[in-house]
């Protein structure tokens, strides 16, 4: 595994739920925060199951955000990857791949507190 580049943390601040064509529940899981080289960082978390899979440890997740640069620039990412939930943890881990609005990619891995909320982790290149 390659060395980090950065790190992020951002704090939640809202989910909506809803149903998508297939009749599955859909999360969408909002964030803010910082991290390093992007500055402030807002996203969402967006994730799908069938009703009876709600207790699910595992799944896949998409993100999209967009980080408000130090120079006053906007920079998207859509990012796909998977989220697991160990056993007797209160925390989800995550792993994404995420593509930049400049071409560039990067790989994050970091874990979502279920007690605080804060959806921390590090920043890996692609």
Do not use: C
């Not at 994050?108 to 959806?119: A, N």
């Amino acid at each position: 595994m390659s060395e980090p580049i950065g790190e992020f943390s951002l704090t939640h601040i809202g989910n909506t739920y809803g149903t998508n064509t297939a009749g599955d529940i859909t999360s969408s899981v909002n964030f803010q925060g910082h991290a390093t080289g992007f500055g402030t960082v807002w996203g969402t978390l967006i994730s799908s199951h069938h009703l009876s899979d709600s207790n699910a440890s595992s799944g896949d997740i998409q993100w999209v955000g967009e980080a408000f640069l130090d120079d006053g620039s906007v920079l998207g990412g859509i990012g796909k990857g998977t989220w697991q939930k160990p056993e007797n943890e209160h925390t989800w881990k995550l792993t994404l791949l995420v593509n930049l609005s400049d071409g560039g990619k990067h790989r994050s891995e970091g874990s979502i507190d279920l007690e605080t909320l804060v959806y921390s982790g590090k920043i890996y290149s692609a």
